[in-house]
Nanobody, 117 residues
Framework: QVQLVESGGGLVQAGGSLRLSCAVS????????MAWYRQAPGKQREVVAA???????TYADSVKGQCTISRDNAKNTLYLQMNSLRPEDTAVYYCTAQKSLFGSMYWGQGTQVTVSS
């Protein structure tokens, strides 16, 4: 059974940084696409950044230049480095993984990021 476990969230002041991690277990094969989503209170869930098995990364316009997504296939771990955090970055951040572009998406339980002004 595939499991994704996020960590690294917390409370940080505006301008600070956080590094989220997502440990993946239960799969014998690698995932084609992995991504970070977030959901702020009262808002729809949105994709923050995604990365393919070939390390091709894409970002939401709102986080370009602020966040960096990366993955360590040997450790089955996904990362999201977030810098210059703003109060509007406050949300629950979720890790996802897909075996193929149109395959089922596995989700983690989420990690809370709170940015104080």
């Amino acid at each position: 059974q595939v499991q994704l476990v996020e960590s690294g969230g917390g409370l940080v002041q505006a301008g600070g940084s956080l590094r989220l991690s997502c440990a993946v277990s239960g799969s014998r094969s690698s995932f084609y696409r992995m991504a970070w989503y977030r959901q702020a209170p009262g808002k729809q869930r949105e994709v923050v950044a995604a990365i393919t098995s070939g390390s091709s990364a894409t970002y939401a316009d709102s986080v370009k230049g602020q966040c960096t997504i990366s993955r360590d296939n040997a450790k089955n771990t996904l990362y999201l480095q977030m810098n210059s955090l703003r109060p509007e970055d406050t949300a629950v951040y979720y890790c996802t993984a897909q075996k193929s572009l149109f395959g089922s998406m596995y989700w983690g339980q989420g990690t809370q990021v709170t940015v104080s002004s």
